[in-house]
């Protein structure tokens, strides 16, 4: 009976022990909850990318709610065009920015913040599977690390297709496990159709296919699978993936023959962006809470607790780009929406502008795409890319070499500077950039 007592009051303990340790794992969670969103938020207009490839996306988004034509593919992949030919990703990132566009009324910045929750919803999925099924110390770790690396907070603000492959990545992983695991042929569609889904966002979802393969030959191998799990995930592939195929459909293949055309080089500058691993997060951050519960386990709390915050220390810190302190990720020094959004509003109150283009000599792409967007946005309309000869008026921004006689070779500027013209304004901005109104003389 003594026993009994003993045994029920060890019990009752254990209960109180366990319900303060989640209370403290609750805690740490909002508290870091808060650092998620503190250093996202904070600057947030100055520190936000839009840049060419926000600014050209947005654009074609706009246009196609406007002429209320839904598309069936997305944007072209620029940086793997050859000879003017490129291949498209899929829709499913266009008609999300565009329901988010028609609830923000366009406005890119609320557009960026709304697409945080994306970000943050990928990684309370992923704590929370870790959680339950590993420990939730891991599973905080893993969280700070998703809270405070330099290069996801910089990613994480701009809206970019690769940035939907982590919380779909997360799902996908998730219900491919419990498709291995229970062998319903309902987790198999699921698993399919997230892969669908991914692969509409970015071609390095192709792997997961591979990896839903060797799933399946495994789960077949020692029986627990049959074809009809195989089936069930190429139907939610096929159904995910149903505007894309149309597309091929009706076009005779033409992405697919463009990929085999155009090829994939391994030795070109940025094939392997860190946003190719966004689609594996799963897979890194379990590894991760697997490394991070040996340690622990081997080692005493006063050594461990130390050590993962040194290391969260050294992400946030020691691996942080100055450059990232101050600027959007990917944006040129001195480029930031404040600063777009200030020359839109030059440009718009320009009374005299007439038949106006515009061009940005700060990066690669000089069509001004970003400026383009704001400028649009406040009522004035620049004229098209082709359209630089006849353009009374060039707004033209630069790192100063126009003004010190150094102007770049560039058929935009040319298309002006050929002629006689003059210079009414010139502007210094932040980060040695300015700005010109060139004026074509009759």
């Not at 060890?10 to 909002?30: A, C, T």
């Not at 669908?196 to 191998?221: E, N, P």
């Not at 096929?238 to 505007?243: D, Y």
Request: with cysteine.
């Amino acid at each position: 009976m003594r026993k009994k007592k003993v045994n029920a009051q060890y019990s009752m303990e254990n209960k109180k022990d366990k319900k303060l340790y989640l209370r403290v794992i609750l805690v740490l969670f909002v508290v870091i909850s808060f650092f998620f969103w503190y250093l996202r938020l904070r600057n947030f207009e100055k520190m936000m990318t839009f840049h060419t490839d926000q600014g050209f996306h947005i654009q074609e988004v706009y246009d196609m709610v406007v002429q209320r034509k839904a598309r069936l593919i997305g944007p072209i992949v620029l940086t793997r065009m050859v000879e003017g030919k490129g291949y498209f990703i899929g829709p499913y990132y266009y008609y999300i920015l565009a329901i988010l566009g028609i609830v923000s009324k366009w406005d890119a910045v609320s557009i960026t913040k709304f697409l945080l929750i994306w970000w943050w919803a990928g990684a309370v999925f992923l704590f929370l599977w870790i959680g339950k099924k590993l420990n939730w110390q891991a599973a905080l770790f893993v969280y700070a690390i998703l809270t405070v690396h330099p290069l996801l907070i910089g990613f994480s603000r701009m809206f970019l297709n690769p940035n939907f492959l982590p919380l779909i990545s997360v799902g996908f992983f998730y219900f491919l496990w419990k498709a291995l695991k229970e062998k319903r042929k309902k987790d198999w569609f699921i698993a399919g159709g997230l892969a669908g889904f991914g692969l509409s966002f970015h071609f390095s979802v192709l792997v997961w296919l591979g990896i839903m393969a060797g799933v399946w030959t495994y789960g077949w191998f020692v029986k627990k699978l049959n074809i009809g799990h195989l089936l069930a995930g190429l139907i939610g592939i096929a159904l995910s993936e149903l505007p894309y195929l149309i597309f091929e459909l009706r076009h005779n293949f033409y992405n697919l023959r463009t990929i085999r055309a155009n090829g994939f080089d391994p030795n070109e500058v940025g094939f392997l962006g860190p946003y190719y691993a966004f689609g594996f997060f799963p897979i890194i951050f379990w590894a991760i809470a697997f490394l991070y519960t040996f340690v622990a386990k081997r080692t005493k709390y006063w050594i461990s607790i130390p050590l993962s915050l040194l290391i969260l220390w050294s992400i946030m810190f020691v691996f942080t780009k100055d450059e990232y302190k101050e600027k959007g990720y990917g944006m040129p020094i001195g480029w930031s929406v404040p600063t777009q959004k200030y020359l839109a509003g030059v440009i718009c109150n320009d009374q005299s502008r007439k038949n106006f283009n515009i061009a940005t000599h700060i990066s690669a792409d000089v069509r001004g795409d970003d400026l383009r967007w704001w400028v649009r946005r406040c009522g004035a309309e620049p004229m098209g890319y082709g359209d630089y000869p006849f353009a009374d008026t060039l707004y033209f921004v630069d790192r100063g070499e126009l003004q010190s006689l150094n102007a770049p070779g560039l058929w935009e500027l040319a298309s002006m500077t050929k002629d006689p013209h003059e210079v009414e304004v010139t502007k210094e901005l932040d980060g040695d950039l300015w700005f010109y109104k060139l004026v074509r003389k009759k």
